[in-house]
């Protein structure tokens, strides 16, 4: 099918064409799926940078940051001055429907805002916590990860929602009262990790270097400050297409990746919205978490030195 229709306002194409290899859906399937989500999505992505990751058949995906210039003027955007690149990015803001069904009109499969709000002023709205199985473990390892992450949490009076990642593991939000500081939020959240470390170091591991994990459960912190995380609803390029789906404490144990794809979530939704129903309200930092977390070295800082330290302690062999 080459004939064109609109989808709310937005001239489509080529809908009934593969999403792509290994998909088993068509870009119909993500346009039906981005039209049903909509304000839900939109709710996580609003006043946020915003990138996507696109794909075709037969072609690797890939991550767009800076608008393309055919991107029509009613897309909202913001332009922020990028120091990995020393120049300016002109992200999209996912702040409307329309906006969504035009990007998936592009093909654009994920969505990964950026966790700071485009004001920055107010700082970090939510700590994240990323649980990331080993080689070998399943989707059952990363649910016990969180598990400790959740204790850590209760252990400060705090708690947070938590959603697949639409990959094998999992991701904690936890959401905080405005104004605290980027280095104090992403210090919290290493010292969180490593307080859930401590609870059982056999389960989880806060160590960023693969080969020190030791088939544990990575309990990542370094989701801070001016990352991205795949959005609560967005789907996955992945066999399948799975999708991000949040979910409740006390199912984490009992249902696995493959339950939430683009096929399966409409249905599973229905009219509700469990992302904002799970969210707890924004907390206040423990000072204690905060000074702890300020002895913990940043873990890619690090990772980086004692790679140094190991090449070197190789070639002296």
Not at 138 to 164: M, N, Q, S, Y
Not at 219 to 229: E, N, P, Y
Not at 295 to 309: C, L
Request: hydrophobic fraction near 40%; charged fraction near 25%.
């Amino acid at each position: 099918m080459t004939s064109k229709e609109l989808r709310g306002g937005v001239e489509m194409s080529n809908l009934d064409q593969p999403l792509f290899d290994g998909a088993d859906a068509t870009k119909r399937d993500l346009v039906d799926y981005l039209e049903f989500v909509g304000e839900r999505l939109v709710a996580v992505l609003r006043g946020r940078a915003l990138s996507v990751v696109r794909v075709r058949p037969g072609q690797e995906p890939f991550m767009q940051k800076n608008l393309p210039k055919y991107t029509p003027e009613w897309v909202p955007r913001a332009t922020v001055w990028a120091e990995s690149s020393n120049r300016e990015v002109t992200y999209a803001l996912g702040d409307d429907v329309r906006t969504l069904l035009w990007f998936g009109n592009q093909r654009a499969v994920e969505y990964h805002p950026l966790l700071l709000p485009i004001d920055h002023s107010a700082g970090p709205t939510h700590l994240v916590l990323d649980l990331d199985p080993s080689p070998g473990q399943t989707f059952r390892d990363a649910a016990a990860g969180a598990h400790l992450i959740r204790a850590a949490l209760e252990a400060d009076g705090l708690a947070g929602a938590v959603k697949t990642s639409g990959a094998k593991g999992l991701h904690v939000f936890v959401p905080i009262e405005a104004g605290v500081a980027i280095e104090d939020a992403a210090a919290a959240t290493r010292a969180i990790a490593a307080r859930a470390e401590r609870i059982d170091p056999t389960v989880g591991t806060t160590a960023f270097i693969r080969e020190d994990r030791e088939g544990k459960v990575f309990l990542d912190s370094t989701r801070a400050g001016g990352a991205t995380v795949i959005a609560a609803y967005s789907p996955r390029i992945r066999p399948g297409v799975p999708v991000s789906f949040p979910l409740r404490w006390n199912d984490i144990d009992s249902v696995t990746p493959a339950d939430f794809t683009l096929r399966t979530a409409a249905d599973l939704l229905g009219d509700t919205d469990p992302w904002a129903t799970e969210m707890p309200e924004p907390q206040a930092l423990p000072a204690d978490l905060i000074a702890e977390g300020h002895t913990i070295p940043i873990a890619r800082v690090q990772a980086m030195h004692e790679g140094k330290r190991r090449a070197r302690a190789r070639r002296a062999e």
